[in-house]
């Protein structure tokens, strides 16, 4: 526990002032100012992210790609050290949400340093972030394993952090830290019961805090789905509090835009969250600001192409298991047959047809079994947001209609902007591998936003403007305002209970260290690799290490110098 919170520390001191610099001075030339400090700490980890995996195109991610952030740091925070008082001064919180904070970053290091590791991590999670610490990208690596061609930004940052060099026990605490920061807006659900109001960001808050209950003895793992749910619902908080607070400017839009390609450098099933990025680019193109366009453009080709340059060099394809952008075809491009079965397991799995044993089953045939086979909170969640995306839908001709001001229209296309875009997201997951570990955030987020819409945009608006309706709509806040508390207070004592579960593992010095599976050697070559005796999982001690012996050659004469389909 104490070297997760040294680590996250550590990542928060060269975090916040290189996010410190580069946001402030971006936003200073568009004139705008940054309102949450949560916002420069999520900038510098865009920019470690992109970092580490620009640095893996070029050498192993290690010693020196640490060492050479710190100038960096320093350097950032010494522009930066005549205005970083005065953020801190003009965004004071109470002492209550300090209190808050201080109890999340030790219940969440708690569960960071202990819990349930993830399957995955054994299979492939563990062994892609050693490549990285060890090699770097590597040419065709998905032809070892065709699961670590499964790119995923969030293993370079993980590799960044790890301190494997230290030659102490890795370090995998990072989707922890993603989650530690996710908590942040939840902290100010306390103001439900003071002022007895409900605020259509405060649905997106219940969704999180609800997110947060369930996997927070699970972000022990570095699984790119922690990191990816947790930037797409801060995305999504982060665009209502904009729109609640009426922001006029494009600026904060524009850069949640490129915080969505982040999102999808974390994990492909994010990609249509870019969706958001229509508002901005509406106001810029009818403004006529063609450089911020091309600045804010150049940023999101900046998040992005490390990302497609390093799935094209691991697999041959930018976007495996998807063979759509295949262009070259290089001798460690992994054959399109191949990947094609590859991203069929995938969606077989999250449809659960190994379970009724006929790979040809039709919608009729799986999708019945797989309803029947989720948890009743998921069944719960999958009929409200049908629902709830349903009667938005319905609802919102109407509401269009009423509207005459035409900045209150222009509201309402905002939130049904992000309405769309979150039913969208939802059918990519559903139809792609409707696991849903893989889609937390589509699975939560389309029936809280749906119902935050229906109240503020129709229940609100009608008891404005019917007096009869008012008390109704009482009735209704105060309804929620119970159910808010009764369920933050339910989940909270289910928290709690895990907690005193897990109280005599001992991990308060250290954390839970990968998983280890017992493993035999096979030599190409000259060089040794690791099976395991039994069954697909190894974990990361042994390496490299895959769920079988690979059947490709090597193209040189070590792992570092990659794979390759021919003989």
Known sequence: ????????????????????????????????????????????????????????LFSKVSSLAFFLLIPIAVLSFAFSIKHIPAAFKNRKKPLIEWILLFIGILLFAYASSRGYMAYDTSLYHAQAIRWIEEYGVVKGLALFHFRLGYNSA????????????????????????????????????????????????????????YYITLVLFEVVAPASDFFATSVVFFLVYRYVTLLEDDEKSHVP???????????????????????????????????????????????????????????????GWPLYPSTMLGFLHPDWQVPAEAAARDAAEIKFWGQRIPELGNYNATFSEWFPHWFRAESLP???????????????????????????????KKLLLSFLLLCVTLCASFFLWFFAAP?????YAF????GFSALGFLYVAFFKDTAERTKTFRVFHRIVTIGLCLGFAGFILFKSFTTARECISHIRDPYYVTAEPYEEYPTESYTVNGLTFYKPVSGDQTGYEKF?????????????TTPGDGFTVNP
Not at 39 to 45: A, D, F, H, K
Not at 155 to 182: D, E, I, N, R, V
Not at 435 to 439: A, D, E
């Open 1 to 56: 526990m104490l070297s997760v919170l040294g680590t996250w520390a550590v990542v928060t001191i060269l975090a916040f002032p290189i996010g410190f610099c580069g946001l402030n001075f971006f936003t200073n030339c568009l004139h705008y100012e940054i309102r949450y400090l949560s916002s420069y700490i999520l900038t510098g980890l865009v920019f470690l992210t992109v970092y580490a995996q620009i640095f893996s």
């Open 154 to 209: 969030a293993f370079a940052l993980s590799a960044l952090f790890s301190f494997s060099w230290t030659k102490m026990q890795p370090m995998h605490c990072m989707a922890g830290y993603f989650l530690l920061l996710l908590f942040t807006p939840c902290i100010k659900l306390y103001e439900i019961a003071v002022k007895k109001q409900i605020r259509f960001s405060d649905f997106i808050r219940i969704g999180i805090f």
């Open 253 to 315: 839009y524009a850069l949640l835009s490129v915080l969505a390609l982040f999102a999808i450098t974390l994990k492909f099933s994010a990609g249509l969250m870019v969706l958001l990025v229509i508002k901005p680019l509406i106001t810029l193109i009818k403004e006529k600001k063609a450089g911020q366009i091309i600045t804010f453009i150049c940023l999101g080709l900046l998040v992005l192409l490390p990302t497609l340059i390093r799935g094209y060099l691991l697999s």
């Open 378 to 408: 998921n069944k719960g969640f999958l009929v409200l947001d049908a629902l709830g995306i349903l009667f938005s839908f319905l609802i919102f001709p109407v509401l269009a209609f009423r509207k005459k001001d035409n900045e209150k």
């Open 435 to 439: 696991l849903v570990r893989y889609g």
């Open 443 to 446: 699975v939560i987020l389309p």
């Open 544 to 556: 490299p290490a895959g769920p079988y012996e690979f059947y490709y050659s090597l193209r040189g």
